[in-house]
């Protein structure tokens, strides 16, 4: 049992323990609803659109975790709202819109940061660290935790409605741009809570695959948030392990970790999977095969 | 005006300023089928959601039970297009039943005894209850339409307003859906379905509004469903779309 237990021996690694379990619960969680509301590559552009809203923080306040949770926070809402708009007032599509935005976010992130005089590489906000972890930054995960997820368990009915049928759920009275706005803003606190331990890049793999292979292994709504936030927790504390052990950076190893579980349930999901299916196909046929030759 | 009726006054609907319905009144009872038919681009749809409360009324009032409808309720349900549904969506059948009384108990509260009842009930009208536990992509296209005729039901809606329920259905499936219309029709429940299957209209339905941007005939079947009314509402296009230089 050494082998197990040993890596959460040393001081840094039982803090970043505790932050695989908060944004890997978090992010499985939320990634049931980025995915059945379809926002998947909208979390992408609005993880990159983060960027510059850390480099406005570190001008403004240094490397102050406040000063760059609202510099990251405001540059994102900026981003996910500005694509709306644009896209209510215009022919433009709000994917056209928010591709146009982020990359031009994310290109004014990298050339301010080249005004920063703090050594800052940017780098490390592209891929994290979850091995420097602060205990500010384990506060705002913690505090992200308590505020978002009650929330969205105490919607999770009307949320439902929403993202299985927009118009329908508007039809019984469901607040349908409200809750729009809201999953946004929490999709928006989920990154950001994350951005320390796995960066800007990697954020989507812990956010979206832990919900998709859940999503191949059941039928129920409920089951898929539960179940990605027990898969993200899971998938996050066997990636830091693997990378203490193999020496390797363990955000990347996280997702790796996450895409290797992916593939496992893509393949042998008893309902959806591949193999099963390859299978049944043979099994009747050779079922009806047989029933043939009954009657002739 | 009777207090069990649906009564819709000058009613038009926009969109972006062009009105796609125009000044559009009618009284219709309960315990009716409505068949709404029209060309395309007619104001079907418009009219159906405009009724469910997901489209701003520019001018007009909707009355039921002497009451006015303003935005969404409980009294209406509305049905989308199959097309329009996620069917890969983590749910059973049961559990899209479910959403019916979404409405009637608070976002976090449990489901009560009351509300399983009326789900279990809502299945059993419309024969689902045997596949309570499938996902609903593994139905046939008539068991989904009868999917979300339960969810109405469960819901306590008094007024269905379907969006094309027959499209895409076979002959079988097209016969078990008219035999479940008959049933609620007879249950007291207001039917609006939009339809494009001019053949089939008398034996589905007793009364219809036929539209072309505006009302130009609402009644029984047998007094309104003539010739005449057909090539006024077919053949000409009053307030259409293209009038106004849009694509249908």
Request: glycine share 10%; charged share 15%.
């Amino acid at each position: 049992m050494d082998w197990l237990l040993e890596p959460f021996q040393h001081a840094f690694m039982q803090r970043a323990l505790v932050a695989c379990v908060l944004i890997g619960f978090l992010n499985g969680f939320m990634g049931g609803f980025v995915m059945l509301r379809r926002m998947a590559l909208m979390a992408d552009s609005l993880s990159h659109s983060l960027l510059p809203g850390l480099a406005v923080g570190v001008l403004l306040f240094g490397l102050a975790p406040m000063g760059l949770f609202f510099g990251a926070l405001s540059a994102a809402l900026i981003v996910a709202l500005g694509a709306q708009l644009l896209a209510r007032g215009t022919r433009v599509k709000e994917d056209t819109a928010l591709a146009i935005l982020y990359t031009c976010a994310f290109s004014s992130g990298v050339v301010l940061l080249s005004f920063v005089k703090v050594r800052v590489s940017l780098l490390h906000y592209l891929f994290g660290n979850i091995l420097g972890v602060s205990n500010q930054d384990l506060w705002l995960a913690y505090g992200v935790a308590v505020v978002v997820l009650p929330l969205l368990v105490a919607a999770e009915r009307p949320l439902q409605l929403l993202l299985f049928d927009a118009s329908v759920a508007r039809s019984q009275g469901v607040p349908v741009s409200l809750l729009n706005t809201g999953l946004v803003v929490a999709l928006v606190l989920t990154m950001l809570s994350s951005l320390q331990a796995v960066g800007v890049i990697l954020l989507l793999g812990l956010l979206i695959a832990p919900a998709a292979t859940v999503y191949l292994l059941c039928d129920s709504f409920p089951a898929l948030l539960w179940g990605g936030g027990a898969l993200g927790v899971f998938g996050a504390v066997s990636g830091l392990w693997l990378s203490y052990w193999l020496g390797v950076p363990s955000g990347a190893c996280i997702v790796l970790v996450l895409g290797g579980l992916f593939c496992v349930a893509y393949l042998v999901s008893p309902r959806y999977g591949l193999i099963p299916k390859l299978w049944k196909a043979r099994h009747f046929h050779k079922e009806s095969l047989a029933r043939w030759e009954q009657h002739h | 005006m009777s207090s069990h009726s649906l009564h819709v006054e000058d009613l038009t609907v926009s969109y972006r300023r062009i009105p796609a319905l125009h000044h559009v009144g009618f009284t219709l009872t309960c315990g009716s089928a409505v068949g709404v038919l029209g060309p395309n681009g007619a104001g079907k749809s418009t009219l159906l959601k405009a009724l469910a409360g997901l489209l701003p009324l520019e001018t007009g009032r909707i009355t039921f039970h002497g009451r006015e409808m303003k935005g969404a309720n409980q009294e209406f349900a509305y049905l989308p297009q199959r097309e329009m549904v996620d069917w890969d969506f983590p749910t059973t059948v049961r559990g899209v039943v479910e959403m019916g009384r979404y409405l009637s108990v608070r976002w976090w509260k449990r489901f009560s005894q009351e509300d399983r009842l009326a789900v279990d009930a809502a299945l059993e009208a419309m024969q689902m209850t045997a596949l309570q536990d499938r996902q609903i992509s593994a139905l046939s296209g008539g068991q989904q339409q009868r999917v979300f005729l339960a969810r109405a039901l469960a819901q306590e809606a008094h007024v269905l307003l379907l969006d094309e329920p027959f499209t895409g259905l076979d002959q079988p499936s097209q016969e078990g859906l008219k035999l479940v219309f008959r049933q609620l029709r007879e249950q007291g429940k207001l039917l609006l379905i939009s339809h494009h299957d001019l053949g089939s209209v008398p034996e589905l339905f007793d009364q219809v509004l036929l539209l072309n941007g505006e009302l130009l005939a609402a009644g029984r079947v047998v007094d309104v469903f003539t010739q005449e009314n057909l090539t006024r509402t077919y053949g000409t296009r009053v307030f259409s779309r293209i009038d106004h230089g849009l694509a249908t």
